[in-house]
T-cell receptor, first 112, second 113 residues
Framework: DGGITQSPKYLFRKEGQNVTLSCEQN?????MYWYRQDPGQGLRLIYYSQIVNDFQKGDIAEGYSVSREKKESFPLTVTSAQKNPTAFYLC???????????FGSGTQLSVL | KQEVTQIPAALSVPEGENLVLNCSFT??????LQWFRQDPGKGLTSLLL?????REQTSGRLNASLDKSSGRSTLYIAASQPGDSATYLCAVTIAGSARQLTFGSGTQLTVLP
């Protein structure tokens, strides 16, 4: 089945630790996105990539980093510089020129 | 800066009722508007997408309308069912923004059996 796979579903971060969230898609989509969702709020864009080896900052990129070495993969690293990382993280993709977004099932990140 | 507002934040209705969810946005220079459904602890599923040149889109019991000049969209759900219970979010794509979406905070819908 085609789709977007996010792992892990739950992740815990210790103080000062970097953690990486995985996002893999087999839809052959060119564009991929990372969003953050806080309780009772809409989604906010962290980073996006429209092509391999290229990515752009979204509205809240500080404290996060990404890479896009393969078309299928767009991992997000939450660094120790992100002081309030507890949130639900969603990865999405769409084909070049496409408008409908396809989402993964999300990763809940919490701080120990 | 584009802002998207959804009111009410939560809504509870008895099964079978027709209902309307509201979405408003501050900047009418949009490329399109999408309605999404989100179940608890899950990702989003796209329900309907309306281009800026369109007035409405329909899919089954769902009908979404767009009035770009007034900055409003509505999602009409006919004959609601308990399975419709979820959070519904609207999002606008800003014109010329490389397809960046601005999301509302959603309306949490509960349909009571």
């Amino acid at each position: 089945d085609g789709g977007i796979t996010q792992s892990p579903k739950y992740l815990f971060r210790k103080e000062g630790q970097n953690v990486t969230l995985s996002c893999e898609q087999n839809l052959n989509h060119d564009a991929m996105y990372w969003y953050r969702q806080d309780p009772g709020q809409g989604l906010r864009l962290i980073y996006y990539s429209q092509i391999v080896n290229d990515f752009q900052k979204g509205d809240i990129a500080e404290g996060y980093s990404v890479s896009r070495e393969k078309k299928e993969s767009f991992p997000l690293t939450v660094t120790s510089a992100q002081k309030n990382p507890t949130a639900f993280y969603l990865c999405a993709s769409n084909p070049q020129g496409g408008e409908k977004l396809f989402f993964g099932s999300g990763t809940q990140l919490s701080v120990l | 800066k584009q802002e998207v507002t959804q009111i009410p934040a939560a809504l509870s209705v008895p099964e079978g009722e027709n209902l309307v969810l509201n979405c408003s946005f501050t900047d009418s220079a949009i490329y399109n508007l999408q309605w999404f459904r989100q179940d608890p602890g899950k990702g989003l599923t796209s329900l309907l997408l309306i281009q800026s040149s369109q007035r409405e889109q329909t899919s089954g019991r769902l009908n979404a309308s767009l009035d770009k000049s007034s900055g409003r969209s509505t999602l009409y759900i006919a004959a609601s069912q308990p399975g419709d219970s979820a959070t519904y979010l609207c999002a606008v794509t800003i014109a010329g923004s490389a397809r960046q979406l601005t999301f509302g905070s959603g309306t949490q819908l509960t349909v009571l059996p």
